[in-house]
């Protein structure tokens, strides 16, 4: 047994103090994008709520800048950054990764964020984070000089799990985010160096800056599980939001792939202004990633039926644009928004409890990572106890979805990028 994990591990002190060193870096980055990127989403959220008129001039003239860099000068930061992370595992070719995860690119991806929150684009920080993550740890390769596949594609997988713990305080989550996403196709040996970089960097984040709960904690709440079979319905109508979600979402972004300045220009506009009018009619409560709303519903505050779609078609028109920001939470905010509305028609089911589910069966719809979903909300409201019936509602919503929108969302934006492998020479 010493043998094979001697096999499997590096050999030498100095790529451990490497690693260590990343992931200390890693954490005071991602906390310091998660502190200014909330700071700037407040800062247009409390503008609006005064003066909303003022969403019709600033979103659309912030998408419009946003989208054009992007477009024209750091092609890289678009999105999420999953995408990014998947094809650079996937992809054989060495200087395609060095494109798609730099500490260049990490600091673009910052910067575009922090403008995209003033602007009120309904964008999360958690894929962006995790692009940010990886992104350093693939960067720390030249000081590590990891030459074996194996351990380089590990190394990426690693940043992506730190990037997700940092963001959500969730070490099981990033843990199998990076096993059912990022490192999908690496051999299962690598997960050994993986799980043992994720424990460091949740302990160094713990001495860092605490270990707070990311949302609220629900610890008390409790199922019977006679009644799981009484979430069918929630299930149902979460994944078939969410698989349309994902469906809609690929499909527009297609449509609107443009290759002039004059569409890019225009198509950004457009999209801008749509999130702008769901900013003025909501007062900038779709703005932003969601998670005070989330916060709220959570402890009984229920938004209208017009929060869940203003904030569902914003959250269509903001990934349509390729604007730089996560899915994560928004995603989070329109499957609580849903739970908020369901749990009205459940009498012996705590109402907490319909939302955490309805956050579950949602997100993994988006998504399709069963696992991750399961345990990122888990963990950001502490109901571990809840894991059967939270299992039980992530593969019955993955599996609605997948029979609306076949390929999983992350997959198929990646392979928009596996075409930039084609254009250089495989090493």
């Given at each position: ?33 998660l ?77 575009l ?80 160096l ?97 998670r ?7 402890a ?63 997100l ?21 106890n ?15 979805s ?26």
């Amino acid at each position: 047994m010493i043998r094979y994990l001697s096999h499997q591990l590096p050999s030498k002190l100095k790529i451990y103090i490497f690693l260590a060193l990343s992931s200390i870096i890693t954490i005071i980055v991602i906390d310091f994008f998660l502190t200014y990127s909330e700071h700037a989403q407040n800062t247009f959220k409390h503008l609006i709520s005064s003066k909303p008129y003022l969403s019709f001039v600033i979103t659309p003239v912030v998408f419009v800048l946003v989208v054009y860099i992007t477009k024209y000068f750091c092609h890289y930061v678009q999105g999420s950054g999953i995408p990014q992370l998947i094809i650079a595992n996937d992809s054989r070719n060495k200087s395609i990764r060095k494109k798609l995860l730099s500490f260049r690119v990490a600091t673009g991806k910052i910067i575009l964020i922090f403008a995209g929150m003033l602007g009120g684009a309904p964008i999360g920080i958690e894929g962006p984070s995790i692009h940010i993550g990886g992104s350093i740890f693939f960067g720390f390769n030249k000081f590590i000089k990891f030459k074996r596949k194996l351990l380089i594609h590990s190394l990426i997988a690693i940043g992506g799990s730190t990037g997700l713990i940092i963001a959500f305080n969730a070490p099981i989550a990033g843990f199998m985010f990076s096993f059912e996403e990022i490192g999908r196709k690496l051999k299962k040996q690598a997960l050994i160096l993986i799980a043992i970089v994720s424990g460091l960097v949740y302990l160094l984040a713990i001495i860092y800056r605490g270990n707070s709960i990311y949302l609220s904690d629900m610890s008390a709440n409790s199922i019977d599980l006679i009644l799981i079979w009484q979430l069918l319905p929630l299930v149902i109508l979460s994944g078939i939001f969410g698989g349309l979600f994902s469906k809609t979402t690929l499909y527009l972004i297609k449509i609107f792939t443009a290759y002039t300045k004059i569409k890019v220009i225009m198509i950004a506009l457009i999209l801008g202004l749509i999130i702008a009018l769901f900013n003025y009619l909501s007062q900038g409560q779709i703005a932003g990633s969601g998670r005070e709303e989330v916060l709220l519903i959570l402890a009984g505050y229920q938004f209208d039926n017009d929060f869940i779609v203003m904030k569902y078609l914003s959250t269509l028109s903001s990934l349509a644009s390729t604007i730089p920001g996560g899915l994560f939470m928004p995603s989070i905010s329109i499957g609580a928004g849903i739970g908020s509305e369901m749990s009205n028609y459940y009498s012996q089911i705590n109402p907490q409890i319909i939302i955490i589910m309805s956050m579950i069966a949602y997100l993994t719809a988006v998504i399709r990572t069963p696992l991750t979903c399961t345990f990122v909300i888990l963990e950001m409201t502490n109901t571990l106890n809840l894991l059967i019936p939270a299992l039980i509602v992530a593969f019955i919503a993955n599996w609605i979805s997948k029979q609306i929108s076949k390929p999983p969302i992350y997959e198929a934006l990646a392979n928009n990028y596996l075409k930039l492998t084609q254009k250089t020479k495989t090493v």
